[in-house]
């Protein structure tokens, strides 16, 4: 029933295509109702919980679609495809997309593991992966319409914001996703500040080295939970990563040439050779395809 509460409010408020802002910090609802082929993006830590339609994301070849039986949480930045391929008037895409703050999260995980009743993962076990689709509970159902109906309130807004949006993350971390994210944000969170060193850095030249420099670990065992935590290994996620930036870039008007610098590139030629091997067409076609993140 919450659930359906939610979809209503949703279609309630977005009436048109696109994404709209809930007064809350990094809280917005979206409507698509055309299909959107899947095309490079980047996912910053978030939560896409969709009430009717479905999305899909490519994650190193591999297909995920999720529609309103799980709720996917990103809990690291994640270079993906992203599309809409199923959307259409009749059933557009509808839902919610939550970021997530890493200074709350950061607390809230680190709280609940200080606490004897927060489920734990042993120290140097296999890291979950960074992407999860995870099934809606009550506790996570309940708590994101709690978070949605505040937007119909500016002075609730603006009172309870803060405190409803903690109750949604703890209700993630509780849930079926909350593994991936508390090793994404807790004690053990050497991966997720490795991709913050990388993302901050994508114009320079960042060696595998570097970023185990940065977290105090072996290049040996950074690329083994890298691979665990990512289903990538470092060099293969940097290159994502920097392409999947600049195909965005791209799309956003920026010509091939700047985007390849900006993402560290001193050869066009090279970047352009790398562009094709990964989606097949060279970058000055894939910016005429129409393509939409």
Known sequence: MSKQRIKQLIDRRVTDDGMIETGIPGVKLFRVSSPVRCAPAVYEPTIVAIVNGAKEAILDGKHYVYDSNQYMCCSISMPVEAGTPTASADNPLLGAYISLDTKVMTELSIEMERTASAIRSPQGGRLPPGFALAHWDQGFTDALLRLLQLSDDPADTAVLGDG??????????????????????????????????????????????????????????????????????????????????????????MNVSSAALSVGYASSSQFSREFKRLYGQSPKQWSHANYLS
């Open 164 to 253: 409803r949006l903690r109750e949604f993350y703890y209700a993630v971390l509780k849930g079926a996703a909350g593994e991936s994210a508390r090793r994404a944000f807790g004690v053990g969170n050497e991966i997720a500040r490795s991709i913050e060193y990388l993302s901050a850095r994508l114009n320079d030249v960042v060696t595998i080295e570097d970023m185990a420099a940065q977290v105090g670990m072996s290049r040996a065992v950074l690329h083994r939970k890298f691979k665990e935590a990512t289903s990538m290994s470092p060099i293969q996620f940097v290159k994502s990563m920097r392409l999947n930036t600049a195909a965005m870039k791209i799309a956003s008007g």
